[in-house]
């Protein structure tokens, strides 16, 4: 069946540092693939999304590639800072349903 | 601007009593969907709904049910059989475009309190 696994956290680092969150699936066929973010007390905001092979989504800084060869979609970022400071999940669309597999989320925290 | 709306923001309740818990949208979108989330937790799916009068049982429905009379809203009663339902609950919602079909927009979500 589909699933998500993502790195656990919490991660912690300093403001400027270079931000890396593991993302891997398990898919059939060719799902779209998303990263959402969770600020504190709040909803899900979509993050970032590819939909195909190769693409690149990004948004605010953040950067993640599809990469089925590897069945990867790992997020990154150059230089974090303290308002990035959430929590961040990985998902996957099931193109056979109406329904998203969401990862279990890393906790990321940014010290100034 | 279109989005979804979630009421109230926090919600206590006694022991043995039903809650409902409101989620409307204005995105025209066809499904909706409902999740709990404890702390420190992922997402877990409660129930969905794919099309007006139509609705299926998520990963965790005992103990809640939903109603689809509109296409635009989705509520959510909590009753007396769910043992745990101190939780925070997000709505969400999806078109039908392409292969951003499955692409979700959330609610700000409900914090749930049995006292």
């Known amino acids: 069946g589909n699933s998500v696994t993502q790195m656990e956290g919490p991660v912690t680092l300093s403001e400027e540092a270079f931000l890396t969150i593991n993302c891997t699936y398990t898919?059939?066929?060719?799902?779209?693939l998303f990263w959402y973010v969770q600020y504190p007390g709040e909803g899900l905001q979509l993050l970032l999304k590819?939909?195909?092979?190769?693409d690149k989504g990004s948004n605010k800084g953040f950067e993640a590639t599809y990469r089925k060869e590897t069945t990867s979609f790992h997020l990154e970022k150059g230089s974090v800072q303290v308002s990035d400071s959430a929590v961040y999940f990985c998902a996957l669309g099931a193109s056979s349903a109406s329904k998203i597999i969401f990862g279990s989320g890393t906790r990321l925290s940014i010290r100034p | 601007d279109g989005g979804i709306t979630q009421s109230p923001k926090y919600l206590f309740r006694k022991e043995g009593q039903n809650v409902t818990l409101s989620c409307e949208q204005n995105l025209n979108h066809d499904a909706m969907y409902w999740y709990r989330q404890d702390p420190g937790q992922g997402l877990r799916l409660i129930y969905y709904s794919q099309i007006v009068n139509d609705f299926q049982k998520g990963d965790i429905a005992e103990g809640y049910s939903v109603s689809r009379e509109k296409k635009e809203s989705f509520p959510l009663t909590v009753t007396s059989a769910q043992k745990n339902p101190t939780a925070f609950y997000l709505c969400a919602s999806s078109g039908t475009s392409g292969r951003l079909y499955n692409e979700q927009f959330f609610g700000p979500g409900t914090r749930l309190t049995v006292l």
């Open positions: 898919a059939t066929g060719y799902p779209s």
């Open positions: 590819a939909t195909k092979a190769d």
